[in-house]
């Protein structure tokens, strides 16, 4: 690092999340300067293959000239206003009808807030008022599964099911309660089918509701697809049987659609991919491609009305954010949908996903890989070790940070991939073409045969 360079200014003021401090203090930021189409480029001018989509997030990819024209001319015309005391602006008021529009289930109303996090924790906060406003305020606890991701705030740290939202910060708050990881391959008992395994993890569902009391439960928190978790695509059975089961004890389903939302998955929404009908959508990162933060959470009629009753009765519905349903925000989330109706986004996302999962199938003859899996255009490569004695492939051990170490010479080969564990995820903006893909996969191939080598190395 130069003297004063900005990798060293970065160190000495800069907090960075999912980042060893300490280690960042020695070996300093990945600077990236600027961005067009799914490449960035850092401050030493290296090109890198933007295969993450930023945090799941820039699904148009860099340089849209389009959305930073109207995001220009909406501050020329109406930089702010809130949407408290009865007030509106024109582009929340089309932003929440198209949304009602192209929802997978019936909506009714849409409330905007600016992360992921924040709408989760709308969804929470509105669950409780929903459930008091019905009359079964005792209707306090949630669920959701290990390793899911719901956000950062106290309450969707408390819903993720990820340890280091937890460990040292006091985390999960009580009533939140977190089930078996849908993830087949990985929790399986030997020998146990498909069908089994997903009936056991819905009966071990249905004996927590039971220990609890069903009527003490206020919702159930998924992600259609679980991006966080290391991409896992959970079995159409359970998703069906868990459906029905919610509805039968009268618990909302809240659809955490930050990842699977606007064709990721293959479809608009990954509800309508994975057959889920929930009382409350929450979307934000692809809802203005990143390029600005908004988030909205969608509620249907039966939530809806009954808390427009309670906020009657109060004379307030008490939840308040400045920025909820920014116009500059809300203008550019109706120019990225603009444009995903133009392009017709889910339909591009089905037609890259052949060329996309095949060539991840294809590394499964490397000897680092030991499963992928994925849907539309977002995968998880699970490296593993292959055992020359029985040919049979097992988990590294994680403290050999085998994942960690194939990203950073991934990086090294000019390509931005997550190592979640040791699994490799892929998020790639939806705007990537076969060529990139194949180039993708081509600096990856290139990574994990340096990662084998430093491990047989080592
Ligand atoms: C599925 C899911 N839900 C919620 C969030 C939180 O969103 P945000 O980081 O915008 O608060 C994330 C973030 O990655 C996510 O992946």
């Known amino acids: 690092m130069a003297f004063d360079s900005l990798e060293q200014r970065d160190a000495r003021s800069v907090i960075h999340g999912l980042t060893n401090l300490k280690l960042h203090a020695e070996r300093g930021a990945t600077v990236i300067e600027r961005g067009r189409g799914v490449w960035v480029t850092d401050n030493h001018g290296n090109d890198y293959l ?3 989509s930023g945090l799941w997030c820039i699904a148009l990819g860099y340089g849209n000239e389009r959305l930073a024209e109207v995001a220009a001319r909406q501050m020329k015309t109406l930089a702010y206003y809130p949407l408290t005391n009865h007030k509106s602006h024109p582009p929340v008021i089309e932003l ?17 807030a600016s992360t992921g996090s924040e ?16 009359g079964e305020p005792q209707r306090k606890k949630f669920i959701a599964h290990k390793l899911a991701y719901h956000g950062n705030t106290i309450a969707t740290a408390s819903l993720s099911g990820v340890s280091y939202a937890h460990d040292k910060f006091n985390l999960p708050l009580p009533g939140f309660f977190h089930v078996t990881t849908p993830h087949y391959t990985r929790h399986a008992h030997p020998g146990e089918s498909e069908d089994a395994f997903a009936d056991r993890l ?41 459906r029905k089961y919610l509805i039968l004890n009268n618990i909302l389903l809240v659809a955490d659609e930050v990842v699977t939302g606007f064709g990721r998955i293959g479809e608009m929404f990954g509800c309508t991919a994975m057959g889920l009908q929930p009382d409350m959508l929450v979307c934000a990162k692809a809802l203005s491609s990143a390029y600005i933060p908004i988030s909205a959470l969608m509620m249907n009629a039966r939530v809806y009305e009954a808390i427009a009753r309670q906020s ?54 490397h000897p680092l890989v030991g499963e992928v899996r994925g849907k539309g255009l977002l995968a998880g ?9 029985t040919d049979k492939r097992v988990p590294f051990d994680p403290r050999l940070k085998v994942g960690a170490l194939c990203a950073r010479i991934a990086e090294q080969h000019g390509l931005i991939v997550r190592a979640i564990g040791d699994t490799i995820a892929f998020c790639p903006p939806l705007v990537i073409s076969e060529t990139e893909i194949e180039e993708m996969l081509a600096r990856f191939k290139r990574a994990l045969d340096q990662a084998l080598a430093a491990l047989r190395a080592a």
Request: glycine residues 6%; charged residues 20%.
């Open 50 to 52: 933007e295969a993450m």
């Open 96 to 112: 929440a009808e198209k949304l009602k529009a192209i929802a997978p289930v019936p909506m009714s109303h849409v409330w905007f």
């Open 119 to 134: 709408a989760n924790d709308c969804a929470a906060r509105l669950a409780w008022y929903y459930w008091h406003a019905v």
């Open 202 to 242: 819905l009966a071990d569902i249905q004996q927590l509701v039971e220990r609890e009391g069903a009527d003490t439960i206020a919702a159930f928190f998924l992600e259609p697809v679980m991006a966080a978790g290391g991409i896992v695509v959970p079995l159409r059975r359970y998703l069906e049987g868990l």
């Open 312 to 365: 009657d009765e109060q004379g307030v519905l008490g939840l308040t954010m400045t920025y909820s349903g920014h116009p500059v925000a809300a203008a550019v989330a109706l120019e990225a949908l603009k444009i995903y109706g133009e392009m017709n986004i889910a339909a591009r996302v089905r037609q890259l996903e052949a060329p996309f999962l095949n060539g991840l199938n294809r590394l499964l003859e």
């Open 381 to 389: 490569v699970e490296l593993m070790s292959l055992q020359s004695a």
